[in-house]
C-alpha cells in the first residue's frame, strides 16, 4: 500500500510538473496533451523497469541465500540447530526450550525454518518482480491521470492553475495516507509534500516561460 501510494505520488508531482512546464511556455493544447500522455506512459514504463529491476535483484540474493542454506543444512545439521535455536533465544525462549523448539521445526521442514527465521524471507513477503512492476507502473498511471483529465477540462487560460490546485491538494491527501500508514504525523507529512510539489511545479512553470514561443 505504502508503495502504491508513492507511485502515485509519483505520478501526480512529474505529469502535473511537465504538463504545467509545457503550458507555461504557451504550448497549444494538442502538445500540452501529448507532453501529458507521453509523460504518463514514460513515466509508468520507468517505474515498472526500474521496480523489476530492482526486485529481480532482491529475488536473484534470496535465492542465493536459500542454496546457501540448503548447502548448510547438508554438511552441519547440528550446527544449524544451535543457529537457530541461538535465534529464539535472542527473542526471549529460555536456552532448553529455544533448543526444543528448534529440534521440532526442523525435523518438520528445516529449510522452511532457517529460511522464515534465520533469513526473513517467507511466501508472504517473497520477492516477486513481475508483481511489483505492474503495482508500480498502475499507481503512477493513477497518478498521472489526474493532472492529465484537469488538462483536457480545465478551460483555456486556466489550465496552469486547474492543474496546480488540483494535484497539490491530491498530493497532500496522498501524503496524508502515507503518513497514516507509516504511523507518522499527518499534517507535517501533507505539508511536506505539498510544499516539494509546489516547489516542482513553480520551477517547471519558470522554465517554460522562460523558454517558451512567448519569451
Known sequence: MRAAVLGAN????STSSLIIGVASAQ???RNILIAGVSGLIAGAMSMAAGEYVSVSSQADSEHADIARETLELR????????ELAAIYVGRGLDNGLAAQVAEQLM???ALGAHTRDELGISPANAARPVQAALAS????AVGAALPLAMALLAPAGFVVGSISVAS????????AVGARIGGAGVPRAALRVTFWGALA????AGIGMLFGTGA
Not at 509519483?10 to 508531482?13: A, I, K, R
Not at 511545479?201 to 517547471?204: E, F, K, R
Open 201 to 204: 511545479m513553480a520551477i517547471t
Open 27 to 29: 504550448g497549444t493544447p
Open 75 to 82: 554438511d552441519d545439521c547440528g550446527g544449524e540447530v544451535a
Open 168 to 175: 497539490l491538494l491530491f498530493l497532500a491527501f496522498l501524503g
Open 10 to 13: 509519483d505520478g501526480v508531482l
Open 107 to 109: 525435523a518438520r521442514d
Open 137 to 140: 507502473a498502475a499507481s503512477f
